[in-house]
């Protein structure tokens, strides 16, 4: 609820004062229990940072975070440590995200241990069981990280996000780094996985065509801000908000003969976070900015089924 997230940067040479970098600035989201919900915006709109903070990874800078009926922000380390059971990550880049030093048994049995799992014995059960869970062979549990394609790696980094049993995942970008045929394979094992562990995702991703396959709903971020809500399905049919029907348009067609006509494009360049311009803050980019769009800023409304921050939706 109205979550922020904001950073100083710079500040402290020749008396040169900080500035703020508005990361999250005032989301609200809810996700409802055993969807897939995606967020989608170029790099640089604060997808990552506010997939972070809802796990408390960054503690927000204002707003509130509610899981299961439980304020978050307001916890402490020991009942935030309990509930962190229940919320894990999978992160974007496979090859970054595990220890080359450990052995796949040891990474995953750091998060059983850390929330006092079971005997060793149990533990050791346990990584077998999340190693086929994921589709590997438990032989595979003396390897080290190097010895595994970047599938296999990210296949053990959703294992071990899945070690305590988790209700709620949050997967950072988790297919980028892989080509398109691994990525389809990683995108079945977790729409698998969803199905079987009763799991809800929160998606952060650039890709639509990855957002099209896989999530239930959609929400479209831009300079901190979300723009646009919407089911899947109504989205992509019928986006209402300028930068999320420009940001459609921008993905390659297979033929761009094959519908003909011109493409609406995006204009000019992201403002810089640290100086965000007055009003809508598409306005410098948006081919149907008009004067009040200059000025004032437009909240979120309910609007055909979407939830959307324009002055002037599409549909109008
Ligand atoms: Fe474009 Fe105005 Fe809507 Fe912003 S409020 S997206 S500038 S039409």
Redesign the pocket.
């Known amino acids: 609820r109205a979550l922020t997230k904001h950073f100083h940067v710079g500040g402290g040479f020749a008396g040169r004062p900080s500035r703020v970098v508005r990361a999250v600035d005032g989301v609200t989201l809810d996700i409802r229990a055993r969807e897939t919900f995606a967020l989608v915006g170029e790099s640089g709109c604060g997808k990552t940072t506010l997939g972070r903070v809802m796990l408390r990874l960054q503690e927000p800078t204002s707003g509130e975070i509610v899981y299961d009926g439980t304020e978050l922000t307001g916890l402490g380390e020991g009942a935030m440590r309990a509930l962190r059971k229940k919320m894990q990550i999978v992160f974007q880049d496979p090859y970054a995200s595990l220890n080359p030093r450990m052995r796949v048994e040891q990474i995953l049995a750091e998060p059983l241990r850390s929330h006092g799992y079971g005997t060793p014995a149990e533990i050791r059960e346990r990584c077998a069981e999340l190693l086929e869970l994921v589709g590997l062979r438990t032989q595979y549990l003396r390897n080290y990280p190097h010895q595994f394609s970047g599938g296999q790696r990210q296949r053990i980094g959703i294992a071990r996000a899945l070690a305590n049993k988790p209700d709620f995942v949050v997967c950072d970008e988790s297919v980028s780094a892989l080509d398109v045929s691994i990525q389809a394979q990683v995108l079945n094992l977790l729409a698998d996985l969803q199905d079987q562990l009763k799991l809800t995702y929160f998606f952060i991703t650039h890709d639509l065509a990855v957002v099209r396959q896989f999530a239930d709903r959609v929400g479209v971020m831009f300079l901190g801000r979300l ?1 646009e809500v919407g089911t899947t399905e109504e989205i992509f049919a019928r986006p209402l ?3 999320t029907m420009l940001l459609m348009a921008a993905v390659p067609r297979p033929d761009p003969r094959a519908r003909g006509g011109e493409r609406p494009m995006m204009q000019g360049e992201i403002p810089s976070p640290m100086a965000l311009p007055p ?12 004067d ?3 000025v ?1 800023d ?1 909240v979120l409304q309910s609007r055909a089924g979407h939830t959307v ?5 599409l549909e109008s």
């Open positions: 723009v908000h300028p930068y009003g809508c803050r598409f306005h410098t980019r948006c081919p149907f900015a008009r009040i769009c200059r004032e437009p921050a324009c002055h002037f939706p």
